[in-house]
């Protein structure tokens, strides 16, 4: 057998085992992470967008702050914050003020914006401001999830406002063991395992207090420094009243070379365990499977066969350095740009601006052609949904999309979390 058929064979079973059981969409937990699906169920406002060229973002990436208490050799915005990129163009340690995020809010409020996810960046709960913001959002309805570390929620007192205003918190975890934690998250003082873990804890009891409103996840981004933890992880969080644990592969940023891992780390190294860690946690048992496949499948494209960056245009991120930025992955790079919120303008002033918007996506898909956007990037499973829709669009196909989006809404979960 050469080469080739080994690593067909491989990819294989690889993806008949694993790693692309997509469970059934009947099933309440099973398309929490569906992109695809989840872009159907805003078939409105990207038909908009398609047609016209501007829309209401469905979901808007907010980092309340570039700084971080921990610093996670994985981290997709190292480049940011980590001391080696002190005096780069993208380095910023910004803490956005409160003036700036309540005027945000404000924003989303009055735009109709469907959700916010409080990101990084940094790790979000480092800005003081932030309960404020929560409680505000809560107030005026717009849907809200964030990505953490968990260990700060304590210092200010955010357990109550988290659990009746979030719909869903993900800590971020990546290991097994305090020891590899410690270790791989380099964290500060005592924001450590231990704090992470009390305070999860402590918001699964107050989740409990107000009849589990809230979903509560645990997040592993698998890495060659993290990869032998999988199992641990499983085994430590499998009696965690949580509504799943999610296993994601690490993905390489440009700043660090952009090259993926080789297939056979994912196939012999990886595949073996989380078919270990799916016994062990049953239906808690999440994985990013389009991920997986595009890494497996297509070693030269990573599955980018659109030609339009459209999924961003209705997902855009807003950073800690007052930019409206086309993606969190080109975050701190002044080029993908939109406006500055310190120029003085709201973000619905920099979001109308539609020749703008259009200057920075022509840099993007037909001068760079994508060469500086970084594989399986965030928006890439919602490119592929919306280029479907943008190649197919007509009328009848129009009014079939908009048949759809209340069925699909109702049978998803989170589905304004794309």
């Given at each position: 057998?050469?080469?080739?058929?080994?690593?067909?064979?491989?990819?294989?079973?690889?993806?008949?085992?694993?790693?692309?059981?997509?469970?059934?969409?009947?099933?309440?937990e099973s398309i929490?992470?569906?992109?695809?699906?989840?872009?159907?169920?805003?078939?409105?406002?990207?038909?908009?967008?398609?047609?016209?060229?501007?829309?209401?973002?469905?979901?808007?990436?907010?980092?309340?702050?570039?700084?971080c208490n921990h610093a996670c050799n994985f981290c997709l915005s190292s480049y940011i914050h980590f001391e080696k990129y002190k005096g780069t163009e993208t380095f910023s340690r910004a803490i956005m003020p409160r003036d700036m995020l309540m005027g945000l809010c404000r924003d989303f409020v009055d735009m109709g914006v469907r959700s916010v996810n409080w990101t990084g960046g940094g790790e979000p709960t480092l800005n003081k401001h932030l309960k404020e913001a929560i409680e505000y959002c809560g107030k005026n309805g717009i849907k809200m999830g964030m990505f953490t570390n968990g260990t700060l929620f304590d210092k200010w007192d955010m357990f109550e406002t988290l659990v009746q205003n979030m719909t869903w918190i993900r800590i971020s975890v990546d290991a097994g063991?305090?020891?590899?934690?410690?270790g791989i998250r380099k964290a500060k003082g005592k924001q450590d395992w231990d704090?992470?873990?009390?305070?999860?804890?402590?918001l699964i009891e107050v989740n409990k207090k107000y009849g589990n409103k809230i979903d509560i996840g645990v997040g592993?981004?698998?890495?060659?420094?993290?990869?032998?933890?999988?199992?641990?992880?499983?085994?430590?969080?499998?009696?965690?009243?949580?509504?799943?644990?999610?296993?994601?592969?690490?993905?390489?940023?440009?700043?660090?070379?952009?090259?993926?891992?080789?297939?056979?780390?994912?196939?012999?190294?990886?595949a073996p365990l989380l078919e270990k860690a799916e016994k062990i946690l049953g239906d808690k048992f999440q994985v990013n499977g389009y991920k997986f496949e595009d890494l497996a499948t297509d070693r030269e494209k990573f599955g980018r066969n659109y030609k339009k960056c459209l999924g961003s245009q209705i997902s855009p991120c807003i950073g800690a350095d007052g930019h409206v930025y086309v993606c969190t992955n080109h975050r701190g790079w002044k080029q993908y740009s939109y406006g500055c919120l310190y120029d003085d303008k709201s973000?619905?002033?920099?979001?109308?601006?539609?020749?703008?918007?259009?200057?920075?996506?022509n840099l993007i898909e037909n001068v760079e052609c994508f060469k500086n956007c970084t594989k399986l990037c965030k928006p890439h499973e919602s490119n592929k949904?919306?280029?479907?829709?943008?190649?197919?669009?007509?009328?009848?196909?129009?009014r079939?999309?908009?048949?759809?989006?209340?069925?699909?809404?109702?049978?998803?979960?989170?589905?304004?979390?794309i």
């Open positions: 057998m050469d080469r080739k058929q080994e690593m067909r064979k491989l990819v294989k079973r690889f993806l008949k085992k694993l790693i692309f059981k997509q469970k059934s969409a009947n099933t309440k929490i992470f569906n992109p695809r699906s989840k872009i159907l169920a805003n078939a409105d406002r990207a038909i908009e967008h398609i047609k016209t060229g501007y829309t209401t973002p469905v979901l808007i990436e907010v980092d309340p702050s570039n700084a063991t305090k020891e590899t934690y410690n704090k992470m873990v009390s305070n999860l804890q402590k592993f981004v698998i890495s060659p420094d993290t990869y032998h933890e999988i199992v641990d992880f499983a085994n430590f969080f499998k009696d965690f009243d949580l509504t799943y644990c999610q296993y994601k592969p690490e993905i390489v940023i440009r700043e660090d070379g952009g090259e993926q891992r080789d297939l056979e780390f994912w196939t012999k190294k990886v973000f619905k002033e920099i979001w109308t601006d539609l020749s703008k918007r259009r200057e920075v996506m949904a919306m280029w479907d829709i943008y190649k197919n669009l007509d009328g009848r196909k129009e079939e999309l908009l048949r759809q989006q209340k069925k699909i809404r109702k049978s998803i979960k989170h589905p304004d979390f």
